[in-house]
């Protein structure tokens, strides 16, 4: 794994736009222009997975839309293989969005994994100001990891796809893993969930946490001593494509020890990139905590939703 940007001008030097995707933010600048050609390679998918779709009444009152992607019965050995369990929050900061938007990367880890990947809704601002999607994620997460508990593995040579779950297929497997991640604001949310359910000690435990472009440090108050000095993206990208200095502020939570491993993805040309990277540096090196970086220097916030063609998306996926 290649190691994290440690100097100020090896930071700095992610920054600088990547040649291929200047090519294409000049020629498609907007979500409208490339829309036709995702909502294409969506119609044209084919691979071995399936897809549920489940509402889940919340402890928070609100009911959460589930989609839920897996391997197809048939494309399993007999008996079913565990598999494991990945919850991804999607982004949109706090008030946009919909997680249909990560049907393709739920897809992807549902079949190179054979993994049950979990894509929820929360309640959004303003009309559900924040926690409110927080409180949502963490009831989500407790509500898969009930049924998880409740729900033992069929072991039978004639064990059936069926399950006792509302919504999990019976081979689902917090033994297998049991992950929560996001993107952008998603990364936020599955943060704080983490935080939660290591406090409140959740079983099962989670066993990973993925954070991707994720924000986590107020841009006025900045990022704890000594890391102050490689705070530079909220300058640097202030006027980067899809993200900038107009992204919402978030909090870096204190105290990180006994969080599950956790893999960061990193844009260098992204207003949030030294969040994630100091973070990562805090996690790693004063909290214990296993880590993972992939760094896509020279492109933005998020940038493989717009441009899913580009032959670095396939790296992200």
């Known amino acids: 794994m290649p190691t994290p940007p440690q100097s100020k001008e090896e930071i700095l030097k992610t920054g600088i736009i990547d040649s291929q995707f ?26 071995s997975t399936m897809a549920t779709e489940h509402r889940l009444p919340l402890s928070t009152g609100f009911t959460s839309r589930l989609i839920i992607y897996h391997r197809k019965p048939d494309t399993h050995p007999h008996p079913p293989k565990r598999a494991p369990v990945i919850v991804l929050f999607h982004g949109g900061i706090h008030a946009l969005g919909y997680p249909d938007v990560d049907v393709p990367m739920a897809r ?33 997460v407790k509500a898969i990891a009930k049924e998880l508990d409740a729900a033992p593995f069929p072991n039978a040579p004639n064990a059936s796809y069926s399950s006792s779950s509302r919504f ?22 599955a943060d704080v969930t983490a935080h939660l359910a290591r406090d409140e000690g959740l079983k099962p435990s989670l066993t990973g946490l993925f954070l991707s472009c994720g924000a986590f440090m107020d841009p006025i108050r900045g990022p704890p001593a000594p890391y102050d000095e490689l705070y530079l993206s909220r300058e640097q990208n202030k ?36 969040d994630e990277l100091i973070y990562e540096r805090v996690l790693r090196g004063e909290c214990g905590v296993e880590t993972r970086v992939d760094l896509y220097s020279g492109f933005p916030h998020c940038w493989w939703y717009i441009y899913p063609s580009l032959d670095s998306a396939w790296k992200a996926e």
């Open 168 to 189: 999990l297929p019976a081979y689902a497997s917090h033994r297998e893993g049991f992950i929560i991640g996001g993107y952008s604001s998603g990364a936020n949310i």
């Open 239 to 274: 006027d980067a494509p899809i993200a900038n200095a107009a992204f919402i502020r978030n909090d870096i939570a204190a105290g990180h020890k006994g969080l599950p491993r956790v893999y960061f993805q990193v844009c260098g040309l992204d207003s949030n990139r030294d």
């Open 22 to 47: 200047e090519a294409a933010w000049n020629l498609h600048n907007t979500l409208k222009a490339t829309l036709p050609s995702i909502q294409q390679g969506l119609h044209n998918w084919k691979d």
């Open 108 to 140: 992807s880890i549902a079949e190179a994994y054979n993994a049950v990947v979990v894509l929820p809704t929360t309640r959004k601002a303003p009309a559900s100001p924040f926690p409110s999607m927080v409180h949502d994620a963490y009831a989500i």
